[in-house]
T-cell receptor, first 112, second 116 residues
Framework: AQKVTQAQTEISVVEKEDVTLDCVYE???????LFWYKQPPSGELVFLIR??????QNEISGRYSWNFQKSTSSFNFTITASQVVDSAVYFC?????????FGAGTTVTVRA | DGGITQSPKYLFRKEGQNVTLSCEQN?????MYWYRQDPGQGLRLIYY???????QKGDIAEGYSVSREKKESFPLTVTSAQKNPTAFYLC???????????????FGPGTRLTVL
């Protein structure tokens, strides 16, 4: 069985602060993908980043960066210099085969 | 523009009535999915279909039914057997042909169902 845990329920920051979202996962599969999705107030899930289980290289894409550590089964996500438009619910997800397993989500509020 | 459409955005029904949620995609994706989201929770998989005329139960299929007669369409029926149907329903699709390279699902805007 797959499981994704996002321990942080809510995070509130002031604009321009960095925000790091934690994600821990469990799976018995050796090949899997990890994702971060953003859900703004409109409700639609927006794909942000993807990482496969064979690639632990951490990357930066604009204001987004992620830290994938297979040894600790963690896939943390950081928003640098947060903006009000970053306010949303962020979901970490794990995929193997054809199904996605989601964490409970972390609500990020960025105050001006 | 390619994408996934769900209609309507908001839906109200009386208790005991069946209701069908629409999901259409023009991305030419083979696989389609239905998820349910409750407040403060992540998405839970209801049903999924990897190909036309075939579908599989997800984690919470009881009280729901689906059909996949066309590649573009994957309607979800919430039956009167579903004990707590009020929720936000999201449809998604994916092209499994690219599973080794690109495994993300693309989501529609969702339908918020309220049973009165």
């Amino acid at each position: 069985a797959q499981k994704v845990t996002q321990a942080q329920t809510e995070i509130s920051v002031v604009e321009k602060e960095d925000v790091t979202l934690d994600c821990v996962y469990e799976t018995r599969d050796t090949t899997y993908y990890l994702f971060w999705y953003k859900q703004p107030p409109s409700g639609e899930l927006v794909f942000l980043i993807r990482r496969n289980s064979f690639d632990e290289q951490n990357e930066i894409s604009g204001r987004y960066s992620w830290n994938f550590q297979k040894s600790t089964s963690s896939f943390n996500f950081t928003i640098t210099a947060s903006q009000v438009v970053d306010s949303a619910v962020y979901f970490c997800a794990l995929s193997s085969d054809y199904k996605l397993s989601f964490g409970a989500g972390t609500t990020v509020t960025v105050r001006a | 523009d390619g994408g996934i459409t769900q209609s309507p955005k908001y839906l109200f029904r009386k208790e005991g009535q069946n209701v069908t949620l629409s999901c259409e995609q023009n991305l030419n994706h083979d696989a389609m999915y239905w998820y349910r989201q409750d407040p403060g929770q992540g998405l839970r998989l209801i049903y999924y279909s990897q190909i036309v005329n075939d579908f599989q139960k997800g984690d919470i299929a009881e009280g729901y039914s689906v059909s996949r007669e066309k590649k573009e369409s994957f309607p979800l029926t919430v039956t009167s057997a579903q004990k707590n149907p009020t929720a936000f329903y999201l449809c998604a699709s994916k092209n499994p042909k690219t599973v080794l390279i690109n495994n993300e699902q693309f989501f529609g805007p969702g339908t918020r169902l309220t049973v009165l």
